[in-house]
Structure formats: C-alpha cells, structure tokens
C-alpha cells in the first residue's frame, strides 16, 4: 500500500502508537478470514428451503442492486463458472471493502492511501487440474499473469523510525477493524458449508468415467510427443519451458487445453449432479446464509460507496 503522510501525527498520539508492534495484515486475511473459496460468483440468485434441486429465483437485493449469488460462489461446479469473470465479484468486493477500511482508519490518525481498491488476480495455477481454464489453455496460455515491474515503495517512506513504527501498529489495528466488519457468525456458517461441499465433491475425482478419461488424456498428451504419465508430470515439465523456452510452454499450454476438454467436461457434469443433491439436502442453510450475506454486503456497499456487483 503506497502511502503519505499528511499531516504531522502528535508527539503523545505518536507515542501511544509506538507501544505496540506488528505488521499490517495482508489482504489475503480477510479472504481467508470470511471462507474457503473456490471460488466464482455471478448475478443474483437465492435457493429458497422448499426449492427444487434445480430451481432458483433471481431478483435483486433489497437496496436495489443485483446481488450476489453466493450459491454458485461458494459451491463451485464447473470450469466456466471457476474462470469467469463474474467469478471474481466476491473476492473484489471484499478486498475493495478491506482497503476502504483500512485508509479510511488510517487517515483519521494522519495517513492517506493513493492505492486502488485491489482486484484478485487472474489466471490459473499450473496444478490446477480439477477447474482447467480450456479456452484459455487452448489459445496457448497458462494463464499465469507476469510479474510487475513497478519499483515498490514502501508505505514508510520518508518516515522517521517513531512515525513507522506507530503507523504498523496502527496499521495492524485498523486491518483488524477491517476484519471484524465481516461477521464471525456468517464467517463460520461459510466455512461449514463449504466443508461439506468439498466432500460432496470427492467422489467426483475417483469415478470410473473420470479416471477413464484421465486416461485417454494421457494417451492424447503422449501422441502429441509430451512424455508425462499424470498432469502434475505434465506441468512439471510447463514449468521448465516456461523459463527456458516461452514459445514451446504456450505450445504445451494448447497441447494440455486439448486433452483436457473432456476430462473437464466429465467433472463438470459429475459436479453438477452432485451440486444439485447438496443443494436439495442443505437447502435451508444455504438460504439462511445467502441471506445473511445478501444483507452484510448491502450494508457494507452503502457505508463504503462500494457496488458488489461493478467489476463482474
């Protein structure tokens, strides 16, 4: 976070700052503080208890806006829904509220931020072999976004040591002002939930059609003259081209995106049966959540002036 000072801190607020220590928290906290995401998001939907397990009603939140739809968000089936776009609104929105917080805290006690609220980066990881990005693969990229070459300035600088020290201190309380606007209660709910639609999905990656299909990816991969005997094998061998010869890892990219489309098209479909049991069999939760959810992001975009839904 780029920051200035801009106004002298007292001699006595200084010097109560100063007494406590500690790093600011990264963004990543708040992230992993409210669940364990997989994750994509999209427009409004809301499962109601007695819906069925392929019914949902779209609408709008009660300040008018689209909401959400926290069910495709936490509960991740498909490739499509993983990648896409609309699939980074949660996570946006809650790193715009953190950094609002943040500086909005920061400047009352003589600091300002000149950063962006931050959006979560793009891309795929190499290993990610259950929600493969296929077109993306195909066109012959990994998806790994490039590192910046922008010098990092340090939000101390210029600081005297008094002046940095109280600002982490004071950093590390207002980050955890932050954390504390997301419910704990709603948090825990989120974490549970997602718990038992990881497990849900375990089955999926040890069916007969799934490991029958991983091994027609082999076979495809080994006709195109790539020698891996499993993707972690493949990637492995993405990884080295990637520093040695770019040209050859975006050629290995489209190779992999090839094989892949249909082992990701049959978790896909084997995701989505089991989604929709989930769904039918924890149906009042997931509204009770979608709902508390619904309204803390309500809440937190008007006191912000922050719109869940503007960079879907």
């Given at each position: 976070m780029l920051v200035r000072k801009i106004r002298q801190p007292?001699?006595?607020?200084?010097?109560?700052?100063?007494g406590r220590t500690g790093l600011p928290l990264s963004i990543t906290a708040i992230l992993c503080a409210i669940a364990v995401m997989g994750v994509a998001c999209g427009t409004s939907g809301r499962l109601h208890p007695t819906a069925?397990?392929?019914?949902?009603?779209?609408?709008?939140?009660?300040?008018?806006?689209?909401?959400?739809d926290f069910t495709i968000s936490l509960f991740t089936a498909t490739s499509a829904e993983y990648n896409s776009k609309a699939g980074q609104t949660l996570q946006r929105f809650i790193s715009s509220i953190?950094?609002?917080?943040v500086d909005r805290c920061l400047t009352r006690d003589g600091f300002t931020s000149s950063q962006e609220p931050s959006t979560a980066p793009t891309g795929i990881p190499y290993n990610n072999n259950h929600y493969p990005d296929v077109a993306q693969l195909?066109?012959?990229?990994?998806g790994v976004p490039s590192p910046s070459s922008a010098p990092i300035t340090l939000p101390t600088a210029g600081m005297s040591s008094m002046e940095a020290l109280a600002y982490k201190a004071d950093s590390t309380a207002c980050t955890k002002k932050a954390n504390a606007l997301f419910n704990p209660a709603v948090s825990a709910e989120?974490?549970?939930?997602e718990q038992l639609w990881q497990q849900a999905r375990i089955p999926v990656y040890s069916d007969p059609q799934v490991i029958k299909a991983w091994s027609t990816w082999k076979t495809c991969v080994n006709a195109a003259g790539v020698q891996a005997s499993d993707a972690n094998d493949f990637f492995n061998i993405a990884n080295q081209?990637?520093?040695n010869d770019p040209a050859r890892a975006a050629q290995l990219a489209k190779i992999y995106g090839r094989c892949v489309a249909p082992v990701?098209?049959?978790m896909d479909r084997l995701r989505l049966r089991a989604r929709s049991r989930f769904l039918e069999q924890n149906a009042l939760a997931i509204h009770q959540l979608d709902t508390r959810l619904n309204l803390l992001v309500a809440r937190l975009s008007a006191r912000f002036k922050i719109s869940a839904t503007a960079s879907s």
């Open positions: 007292s001699e006595r607020w200084i010097r109560k700052r100063s069925s397990k392929s019914k949902t009603i779209t609408g709008a939140s009660k300040t008018g806006q689209p909401s959400i953190t950094v609002a917080a195909e066109s012959g990229n990994w989120m974490g549970s939930l081209a990637q520093g990701a098209a049959t």
